[in-house]
């Protein structure tokens, strides 16, 4: 007992934490489970690791698999009841979901019965409101297919945010855009019965596919698309300016000619919007190197830079642009150039003529 006092007492004075509590515990060989000492050695070691984290082992098979130091996932490994029980908060389809790295636990968790109709948040519109891009061509064909189950199966994933996941380049990549071609066959997507816009939700990139244009054949419209909506993801135009995607902006500028100059709010009663007045502001856009391309891209479709704010009448963009000291301001002040359209149809005359 004496002695092994004292060499507890050294390693509390000749290690950290984390050794000293493993040393402790391995000299404890001299002292049995029931005896005082062995008591001594467990109040000391809880204190010692108090605050540490829970060792792999000790937990069970859901949180093992779903916790990143833990991983990787051991294929095979997951009990029914702890998927019943998990421990955690969320759901573990959507703690799965919502992360790639936890993609290989799906196929398993769905044999294994769990259900995303019992989680609160769905799982595929957790992993479209991802902060960080999602890459499915890391996914494996099993991960991909337990996806696209998630998909089919919850009728909550017809969602504005999940049909802008699911038509992104990468999930087109995938072939995952045919489950919104999918939903619109078997009439998930009908006109006015949806808390969005099939058209405003697509993934700007997406504008350019025959998914939009079956969309279009449906009867759905850019103008709808400008509305009100359930989702917190951006809206399709503002998402097409924000990320300079020009193929898309001509999209809707060819539909809705006005959106050049206004665009209206999608938060009900507030006021309109200018592409311009947006651009202008450092933080909007995603390369604010595209600042400059983007402001006379706007102007050459016929953004006026000396309309007036809605919501402050008595300034105009170009007076906004020169509170915020904006690197464009020279090319809002530039003398006014005709619509690219107009341009078009003016140099297709000329060459008219001149052929004559």
């Known amino acids: ?141 099993q991960a991909l297919r337990s996806l696209r189950f998630l998909a089919e199966v919850d009728s909550r994933a017809v969602n504005h945010d999940v049909v802008r996941l699911l038509s992104s380049p990468s999930a087109r990549a995938a072939g995952l855009d045919e489950v919104i071609s999918q939903w619109a066959d078997q009439g998930g997507l009908a006109v006015g019965q949806l808390a969005f816009s099939p058209l405003g939700a697509l993934h700007p990139s997406a504008l350019q596919t025959p998914l939009a244009s079956k969309l279009e054949a449906a009867g759905h419209t850019a103008k709808a698309g400008l509305g009100p909506f359930q989702g917190k993801l951006t809206a399709g135009f503002e998402e097409a300016l924000r990320t300079s995607d020009y193929a898309a902006l001509e999209w809707w500028f060819k539909r809705e000619p006005k959106l050049v100059d206004k665009v209206p709010s999608t938060q009900g009663q507030q006021l309109p919007w200018i592409p311009l007045a947006r651009v202008v502001v450092p933080s909007f856009m995603n390369d604010e190197r595209a600042q400059a391309q983007m402001v006379t891209f706007l102007m050459s479709h016929g953004a006026n830079p000396w309309q007036a704010l809605p919501y402050q009448p008595n300034q105009t963009v170009i007076g906004f642009a020169k509170t915020l000291k904006s690197p464009t301001l020279a090319l809002l002040e530039a003398p006014k150039v005709a619509p690219a359209s107009t341009t078009v149809v003016a140099n297709s005359a000329l060459a008219g003529g001149q052929a004559e």
């Open 1 to 141: 007992m004496v002695l092994l006092g004292a060499t507890i007492s050294g390693l509390l004075l000749t290690g950290g934490c984390t050794t000293t509590a493993s040393a402790i515990m391995s000299v404890t060989g001299v002292a049995t489970d029931t005896s005082p000492t062995w008591e001594i050695i467990k109040h000391i070691h809880a204190k010692l690791t108090e605050g540490d984290p829970q060792s792999c082992a000790s937990l069970n098979s859901a949180q093992r698999a779903l916790t990143p130091r833990c991983l990787p996932f051991q294929p095979g490994s997951l009990q029914v009841a702890d998927i019943r029980a998990s421990g955690f908060q969320e759901c573990v389809l959507t703690l799965a979901a919502r992360d790639p790295q936890f993609w290989p636990v799906l196929p398993e968790l769905l044999d294994k019965g769990a259900q995303p109709e019992t989680c609160y948040m769905p799982p595929m519109v957790a992993l479209a409101r991802s902060p960080n891009p999602v890459d499915f061509s890391k996914a494996t064909p």
